[in-house]
T-cell receptor, first 115, second 116 residues
């Protein structure tokens, strides 16, 4: 069964510094990987996905993520953090040949950007 | 388009009561799913559906029932509510394919349920 781990409950970064939010996964076969964000008192929004192709994926709001098959990781990155990036971030995974509805999420990482 | 609509937004139940959380989407998505969000636990998959008449269990299905009689609707039923079911529930839908929006979940706004 697929699973995803987000080892950090919280990440604190100063505004303007680069940020990384870590994600590792476990699947049978090839993974479909996703990042979603939840702003306070708001719904869940899609940031980016990796299905196939280039290992570096670019998404919304200047975020990018790098797929590393050997390390089974899909870390979220941004070169320069903004205070407005403060939110709860979820990594998610789906197995290539499983149902498209069966997407498993990690426990979430709270990103806090200080001015 | 309304996207994914969940009702009610808030609900308080007593232990043992039953209720249904409604979810409707108007995007003609074939895939729908229900998640619950609890602090420190992330989003956990309750049940999912690949089309009308087809449902399957996710990670935490106990205490919940679903049905999918139409493409648009995917209600979640709590048969006998327990305090452990106090949570925020999210419904989501998606479609398959190779387009940029394929395989991306569109979420509803959530339903906050408290079981006393």
């Amino acid at each position: 069964a697929q699973s995803v781990a987000q080892p950090e409950d919280q990440v604190n970064v100063a505004e303007g510094n680069p940020l990384t939010v870590k994600c590792t996964y476990s699947v049978s076969g090839n993974p479909y990987l996703f990042w979603y964000v939840q702003y306070p008192n708001r719904g869940l929004q899609f940031l980016l996905k990796y299905i196939t192709g280039d290992n570096l994926v670019k998404g919304s709001y200047g975020f990018e993520a790098e797929f590393n098959k050997s390390q089974t990781s899909f870390h979220l990155k941004k070169p320069s953090a903004l205070v407005s990036d403060s939110a709860l971030y979820f990594c998610a995974v789906r197995e290539q040949y499983s149902s498209a509805s069966k997407i498993i999420f990690g426990s979430g990482t709270r990103l806090s950007i200080r001015p | 388009n309304a996207g994914v609509t969940q009702t009610p937004k808030f609900q308080v139940l007593k232990t043992g009561q039953s209720m249904t959380l409604q979810c409707a989407q108007d995007m003609n998505h074939e895939y729908m799913s229900w998640y619950r969000q609890d602090p420190g636990m992330g989003l956990r998959l309750i049940h999912y559906s690949v089309g009308a008449g087809i449902t399957d269990q996710g990670e935490v299905p106990n205490g919940y029932n679903v049905s999918r009689s139409t493409t648009e609707d995917f209600p979640l039923r709590l048969l006998s509510a327990a305090p452990s079911q106090t949570s925020v529930y999210f419904c989501a839908s998606s479609y398959s394919g190779s387009s940029a929006g394929a395989n991306v979940l569109t979420f509803g706004a959530g339903s906050r349920l408290t079981v006393l």
